[in-house]
C-alpha cells in the first residue's frame, strides 16, 4: 500500500481507501470480514456517510475494537446547525465512537446550499462546535459541482474536499492543482463514475497517477473487489493497452451519461434529475435493486411527471438528452 498525508489534516492515509456505499449489501458478518480484510491490506481509511443507509451501523460494528486503525470520515446532508447536530450525534453511535476524524458536508449542489451552510445557524456552526468539543478532529466538504469547489476553497475552514474524478471526469483537475497548493486533502469519489468504468485497476490507475489526489475511496462490497483494486497499486503505472481501454470506454459513455453536476435544476415539475440518474445506475451497475427502488419510490417527483419542457436539456453542460434518459429511468423504476 502507499501512504499520502490528507492535507490539513496531517494524518496519513492509504491511497486506496474505503467507500462505503456497497456495503450496505452486505450482513455483519461478512462486512466484519471485508473490514477486517481491508485493514490487513493496509486500508486505513473509511468515508461513509449518514444517507447510506445501514452503511454507517455496518461499519461501525466492524470496527469494534479496531477504531484507532482508523481514519473514520462521514458526512450529512442537513443544512442547518441543529439538524446538523442530530446528525452527528446518529453517526457517533451508529459508528460506536466518540470521535470521528473527519466529518463533512455532504453534496452541496449549489450557492444557496453553500451561504445557507456557511452563514449563522448553518451546519458549518455545529461541525465547529463539535471540533472545539474535541469529538469532530477535521471539517471536510463534497460536491459534484466546480462551482462549489471553488467557493470552498476560498475560505479557510476545509481540510480535505472530496469530489468525483475518474477518466471520464476530469474537470476537477484544475481545482486539484489549486487545493493541493493549499494543502487541502483531495478524496476522489467516483472512481469508477458510478460503475460506468468496468476496469477498476484501470481505473484506479488512472487516478492514482494524478499527483494532486490523495486518495480514491472505491465502494466495495467483496473480498475479491478489494483484492482486485488494491492490485492497481503495485501494478502501477497505467500501461499503453489501459489507456487505450479507458479512452475506449469514454467515449462510448459519451452523450448519456450524467455527471451530477446539478446545472439542470430546478426542473419545474420538481424532478431532482441526477438523483434519479444516480438512482438507476445503482439499480443496474451496482446491484443495489431494493435500495434504489426503495429510494426512488420515496421521491415526491418520478420521471413520469417530466412535462417535456426541455429546459433542462437547455442547461445541461453536457447537453445530455435529458428528456430521453428520463424515459429510460422511468421503464426501470414505474414498470
Ligand atoms: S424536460 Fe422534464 S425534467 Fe426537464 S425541466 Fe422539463 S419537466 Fe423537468
Ligand atoms: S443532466 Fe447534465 S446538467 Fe444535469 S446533472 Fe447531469 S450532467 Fe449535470
Known amino acids: 500500500m502507499q ?3 490528507l492535507g490539513k489534516t496531517g494524518m ?22 471485508l473490514i477486517e ?19 454507517e451501523s455496518l461499519i461501525g460494528g466492524a470496527l469494534q475494537g479496531k477504531r484507532q486503525q482508523v481514519f473514520l470520515a462521514t458526512k450529512s446532508m442537513a443544512r442547518d446547525k441543529e ?17 470521528i476524524d473527519l466529518y463533512q458536508l455532504h453534496n452541496i449542489t449549489n450557492l444557496q446550499e453553500f451561504e445557507k451552510v456557511m452563514a449563522k445557524g448553518g451546519a458549518l456552526e455545529a461541525l465547529q462546535e463539535y471540533r472545539d ?10 460536491s459534484h459541482s466546480v462551482d462549489i469547489i471553488e467557493k470552498a476553497l476560498e475560505y479557510d475552514v476545509f481540510e480535505t474536499i472530496q469530489y468525483p474524478y475518474n477518466a471520464v471526469e476530469t474537470q476537477g483537475s484544475e481545482l486539484f492543482r489549486k487545493a493541493y497548493e493549499k494543502n487541502i486533502g483531495i478524496i476522489g469519489m467516483k ?9 477498476a485497476r484501470a481505473a484506479l490507475k488512472f487516478i492514482l497517477q494524478n499527483q494532486h489526489i490523495t486518495c480514491a475511496i472505491p465502494g466495495m462490497c ?21 489507456k487505450e481501454a479507458l479512452s475506449k470506454e469514454a467515449s462510448e459513455l459519451g452523450e448519456r451519461f450524467c455527471r451530477r453536476c446539478g446545472y439542470c435544476q430546478p426542473c419545474p ?13 445503482y439499480y443496474k451497475r451496482y446491484n443495489l435493486m431494493e435500495w434504489a427502488q426503495t429510494r426512488y419510490d420515496s421521491m415526491p417527483s418520478k420521471a413520469s411527471d417530466c412535462e417535456k419542457c426541455g429546459l433542462c436539456e437547455t442547461r445541461c453542460p453536457y447537453q445530455l438528452p435529458i428528456r430521453e434518459m428520463l424515459e429510460s429511468v422511468k421503464d426501470t423504476f414505474e414498470k
Open 12 to 33: 496519513e492515509v492509504s491511497r486506496i481507501s474505503f467507500g462505503g456505499i456497497p456495503i450496505q449489501q452486505l450482513n455483519q458478518e461478512d462486512s466484519n470480514k
Open 3 to 5: 501512504y499520502r498525508v
Open 269 to 281: 415539475k420538481g424532478i431532482n434529475i441526477p438523483v434519479v440518474f444516480v438512482m438507476e445506475s
Open 133 to 142: 468539543k474535541g469529538v469532530i478532529k477535521h471539517i471536510g466538504i463534497t
Open 222 to 242: 467483496s473480498i475479491e473487489q478489494l483484492m482486485d483494486n488494491i492490485k492497481a497499486i503495485d501494478e502501477m503505472p497505467l500501461t499503453q493497452a489501459e
Open 191 to 199: 472512481p469508477f463514475a458510478g460503475g460506468a468504468i468496468t476496469n
Open 83 to 99: 439538524g446538523f447536530k442530530q446528525d452527528i450525534e446518529i453517526s457517533l453511535n451508529n459508528l460506536k465512537t466518540d470521535y
Open 37 to 55: 480484510k481491508a485493514l490487513e491490506q493496509g486500508i486505513n481509511f473509511i468515508d461513509t456517510a449518514r444517507g447510506y443507509s445501514v452503511s
